[in-house]
């Protein structure tokens, strides 16, 4: 090989990694979650789990504390969670999907912490092409803390979801978690609702 064609080789890598590597990451999630969901729709599989709870590992006391206390222990949700659920010796993208299309619906908790983890954007990826694709509401955007654009910026995805939909801010909730704990009830609850509007509830 040349030394024009390598320096030309290398540029294009460059330029492939830095400017599409997230589309190239995203079609690769659509391809496993689009096979994977026609596997279950063959199979006829019915949901185990209400809801599986994306979380990162920083913010677990507050997912144990406020959360699982409040819809399992109080409304009687039966939720998945990565560190009770997922089974030991299976690979984690596979828990990851079969958690998606095992549960009715995908709630993830937001955060900064969240945002910088690349498993947590998988798992936010596949339950983004599960919502598309079966164009049903099964995605709950619970957000822990104000995020500005410019940090919500490199997730473009998630960007256009927020502007998209309803959201749950659990910091814009203030002292009446009641009724913070009411609109998350009631998303759960929901079934074919169409998108909401981008505000948060």
């Not at 190239?24 to 019915?46: E, I, P, T, W």
């Not at 104000?146 to 998209?164: A, C, D, G, I, T």
Request: proline letters at 2%; glycine letters at 4%; hydrophobic letters at 35%.
């Amino acid at each position: 090989m040349s030394s024009s064609a390598l320096v030309l080789l290398t540029l294009l890598s460059s330029f492939t990694y830095h400017f599409m590597r997230w589309q190239l990451v995203y079609g690769f999630y659509l391809l496993q979650a689009f096979l994977y969901d026609s596997k279950k729709k063959r199979q006829g599989c019915r949901h185990v789990y209400d809801a599986f709870v994306s979380y990162n590992v920083h913010d677990e006391e507050w997912v144990y504390g406020e959360l699982v206390s409040e819809l399992e222990e109080r409304q009687g949700w039966k939720l998945c969670l990565h560190h009770r659920d997922f089974q030991l010796g299976k690979p984690i993208i596979e828990n990851i999907t079969d958690s998606i299309y095992s549960s009715r619906k995908t709630l993830c908790v937001i955060s900064r912490h969240y945002l910088q983890s690349e498993w947590c954007s998988r798992e936010i990826q596949m339950a983004s092409f599960r919502l598309f694709d079966e164009k049903k509401d099964v995605l709950i955007l619970l957000f822990l803390e104000e995020l500005s654009s410019n940090q919500l910026s490199p997730f473009y995805r998630m960007r256009k979801l927020v502007r998209s939909r309803t959201y749950l801010s659990w910091n814009q909730a203030h002292g009446n978690k009641g009724l913070f704990w009411e609109k998350v009830q009631r998303a759960l609850e929901a079934e074919d609702t169409p998108v909401g509007n981008p505000n948060p509830a």
